[in-house]
């Protein structure tokens, strides 16, 4: 990879809390926001294959080289898109907190609320979903954002025995919801409402959470 | 579409229970199954968009023409070459024959063999999926196969109250599964044995089939 043009060292940036406390330097924060923006769009319109560093570069009006230090390669871009979008540390933290007895109706609710919140976000999720799922190198970044960044924290919350097969049986049954209601468009599940889903699945988390599983 | 080369006419095939009855004319039918092979290896090797009707009809040694009379579109062609995968008919039938508190494990073990014997169907199978799931027209023909083929029995054989939603819920399931077994690969569901599956996965579609849902 040659990198042909100037570009902002990331070395450079002030970390977010430092930009917080002195409300000074949002320009790269912001740009990085507009390159993640650009590339939501080109995944989710033209899917995996027929995005590219270049492409997205020029939607969001900075270098390609920029895009390049920024996230790396095209398969860690759509992974970080795909972070912003799921904010797994701050909306999947709230949804773990609390009750386990609960907890799968919350999960079931939190991955209604990324999806369909705002509006928007349904087509751009799905689309990248998509993209992720259309080569093996996009299956395996997906495979790491979802063990490191959604598995990995309900299994610390579980904190049990089986703790990573409980989390794997939950995240089975709530990305085939998601596949169902989002990418199929399967009725009736794709126009139950939020609280019918909750009841549906409820049952069937609470067991692979805390209950008797037989491996 | 314009046709330009010589065809064999669709009209003029003898129909299966024909030529089992008088073992002659197996051209046509044997032709239609090395399209069908030629597709299977495109669509899993180079994706949906990469695939043409073209390139399939040069693997299979046959005018393009002749795909498109036999089997339409590509979106058709990708739904045929998973249906003579999947052969809901015949598989999913034996399947769904015997006792419905049992049916569940059945699935699972259906959904497994279907995947994984022989073994050079998991990475045709997984391929034409994510090839199916890669823009909204294949996800629409994906949904009518799964829709027609695959819930449309599942629904039959349960002949009761909420049996499409009970079916669906089963669906997601299993798809859930087989996307984190096959396409993300996740660990301990990608290396768990099939015995183990069905016990995992038994109660929930249990559950799902004939015990208390609230919608």
């Known amino acids: 990879m040659t990198v042909t043009g100037p570009t902002a060292a990331p070395k450079g940036l002030a970390s977010e809390p430092e930009r917080r406390r002195t409300g000074r330097r949002p320009g790269p924060s912001r740009t990085r926001e507009q390159i993640l923006a650009a590339a939501r769009v080109s995944f989710a319109r033209n899917g995996f294959d027929a995005t590219s560093i270049r492409g997205?570069?020029?939607?969001?009006?900075?270098?390609?080289?920029?895009?390049?230090?920024?996230?790396?390669?095209?398969?860690?871009?759509?992974?970080?898109?795909?972070?912003?979008?799921?904010?797994?540390?701050?909306?999947?933290?709230?949804?773990?907190?609390?009750?386990?007895?609960?907890?799968?109706?919350?999960?079931?609710?939190?991955?209604?609320?990324?999806?369909?919140?705002?509006?928007?976000?349904?087509?751009?999720?799905?689309?990248?979903?998509?993209?992720?799922?259309?080569?093996?190198?996009?299956?395996?970044?997906?495979r790491d954002f979802i063990g490191g960044e959604i598995l990995k924290r309900l299994e610390t919350k579980l904190d049990r025995p089986e703790a990573r097969l409980r989390a794997s049986l939950v995240g089975s049954q709530i990305v085939g919801l998601a596949f169902y209601r989002y990418v199929l468009e399967v009725e009736p599940l794709a126009s139950a409402t939020p609280e019918q889903l909750a009841g549906l699945l409820g049952p069937t988390l609470r067991r692979y959470l805390t209950g008797s599983i037989t491996a």
């Not at 790396?72 to 007895?101: C, F, H, N, V």
């Open 56 to 142: 997205v570069a020029a939607s969001a009006k900075v270098d390609p080289a920029l895009v390049r230090r920024f996230f790396g390669s095209k398969e860690q871009l759509l992974i970080a898109a795909l972070s912003g979008t799921m904010r797994p540390s701050e909306r999947l933290g709230e949804a773990l907190a609390g009750d386990l007895g609960t907890l799968g109706e919350r999960l079931v609710r939190y991955m209604l609320e990324v999806w369909e919140h705002p509006r928007a976000n349904r087509e751009v999720l799905t689309g990248m979903i998509r993209a992720a799922a259309t080569n093996a190198r996009g299956a395996r970044f997906l």
